[in-house]
């Protein structure tokens, strides 16, 4: 996992190339992440490298991959 500093809704990313899940934790507590599947490796690249994360999220991956909410 990534930490990520200077966004407001996201606190960490995560990437599992293998199964190409893509792991985004969510400043707001409870602490929840979702993991979405079927998310290649160049959109989660594109998502650690964007200047705003927290629109580069919602714009392409939010609403458009099956998700599973954990809450820790």
């Known amino acids: 996992m990534t ?4 966004s407001s ?3 960490e990313i995560g990437y599992n190339q293998l199964k190409e899940e893509l792991v985004v934790t969510m400043n ?5 992440s979702y993991v979405y599947r079927g998310v290649n490796s160049k959109l989660a690249s594109d998502l ?3 200047n705003s994360k927290g ?18």
Not at 28 to 32: F, G, I, L, R, Y
Not at 63 to 71: D, E, I, L, N, W
């Open 48 to 50: 650690l490298s964007a």
């Open 28 to 32: 707001k507590a409870p602490v929840t």
């Open 55 to 72: 629109s580069f999220f919602n714009n392409n991956i939010r609403g458009k991959f099956t998700s599973t909410k954990v809450v820790s």
């Open 3 to 6: 930490k990520i500093n200077n």
């Open 9 to 11: 809704i996201i606190s």
